[in-house]
């Protein structure tokens, strides 16, 4: 679990990413996710219910039917993803926890949180899933094998 998103918000997004590199209209089966993902089937298909009603995801039923994306994925932000699953307000809040807590009477960490908290809003603002689904990881080098000497 990542220290931004709970387990349900990392699950989503990681089902939409899944969604999103599919050939566009073609129709995912939540099991058929649940198994790639390693994700539970139920609870995923909870999930994926949620991403319906938020209109991220539509859904049909019946042997052709299953999850597909309601708009392209360059057209979905990031946040449309998470809003359904975190309390965006709770940034909002004191990373110490104290009551009064703004520019004027400021915890010790105010300003770090401040920081920190601006550029996630503005990420989940300008990230589209489109840039996630293209994502491929850096090509990894094999270390050079040790030549043995006699």
Request: charged share 30%.
């Amino acid at each position: 679990m990542s220290a931004m998103f709970s387990q349900t918000c990392e699950y989503a997004i990681r089902a939409m990413i899944e969604i999103a590199k599919r050939p566009t209209g073609e129709f995912a089966l939540a099991k058929d996710l649940a198994e790639k993902l390693n994700i539970p089937h139920q609870y995923l298909s909870k999930i994926l219910q949620q991403l319906v009603r938020s209109r991220v995801l539509e859904s049909t039923r019946g042997r052709l039917g299953g999850f597909r994306m309601v708009h392209k994925p360059d057209e979905v932000l990031l946040l449309e993803i998470v809003r359904p699953f975190e309390d965006i307000q709770k940034t909002e809040e004191c990373i110490l926890g104290e009551a009064k807590c703004s520019d004027a009477t400021a915890c010790p960490l105010h300003e770090f949180w401040k920081a920190v908290r601006t550029r996630y809003e503005e990420q989940l603002h300008t990230k589209t899933l489109g840039d996630f689904a293209r994502f491929e990881r850096p090509y990894q080098r094999k270390p050079k094998r040790e030549s043995s000497r006699s």
